[in-house]
């Protein structure tokens, strides 16, 4: 019977040890979402006139314009915004990332896949995008970086020919624009 008792003692004290490891665990992962929770992502434009700051899952926090910001053109400001907010989103990822993988373990290869993802979304080289992560803050991109980027005033349906040469004006009599669009389309498909 003494050996039934410690097989049972044996066994008991191997569920407690299992429950602590769970407890350990839930411990672990109460850390780890308060530390995502708290985390924040910084970026500032490459002419230090805009400086965002990046919560989890890309949640803004903070955008900050200096004078010098204000005193940009629209679409220089909305570059510098547009990228420096990439930039910050991309730094909380990274922080992100590196939370999980201290309380996960880094096995998962979490960061590297984040760096190499967003390497790709800037269009630059991996190793060259993680060198820049390692000194600190990806350069951002400047206005006239940007600029070969905005799409605003092209059509996706114009030739790179055609670039620069104005659209045809509305038609004289008093239809709507809708009617024009309408038009155009039923004579692009007579043509065809």
């Known amino acids: ?19 602590k490891k769970v407890d350990d665990q839930l411990a672990d992962l109460g850390q780890m979402q308060n530390a995502v929770a708290e985390l924040e992502g910084m970026a500032v434009s490459a002419d230090r006139s805009v400086t965002v ?22 679409k220089a400001l909305a570059a510098a ?6 930039q910050a989103v991309a730094d909380a990822a990274r922080k992100q990332a590196a939370i999980v993988e201290e309380h996960m373990g880094s096995g998962l290869g ?7 993802s967003q390497a790709q979304l ?17 350069r951002t991109r400047s206005a006239e970086e940007e600029h070969h980027d905005d ?20 038609p004289a009599s008093g239809s709507s624009a809708g009617d024009a669009f309408l038009q155009n389309l039923f004579d692009n498909d007579d043509r065809r």
């Open 1 to 19: 019977m003494s050996a039934e008792f410690e097989q049972l003692v044996a066994e008991f004290e191997k569920f407690q040890s299992k429950i």
């Open 53 to 74: 700051v990046a919560g989890p899952g890309g949640a803004l926090k903070d955008i900050q314009l200096t004078d010098k910001a204000m005193e940009q053109q629209p």
């Open 81 to 86: 915004l547009l990228s420096t907010v990439q």
């Open 110 to 116: 979490l960061s590297d896949r984040v760096v190499e």
């Open 122 to 138: 800037f269009g630059k080289d991996p190793e060259q995008f993680r060198a820049e992560v390692a000194e600190g803050q990806p």
């Open 151 to 170: 799409y605003s005033e092209q059509s996706v349906f114009d030739d790179a020919d055609d670039r620069g040469k104005q659209a045809p004006p509305p």
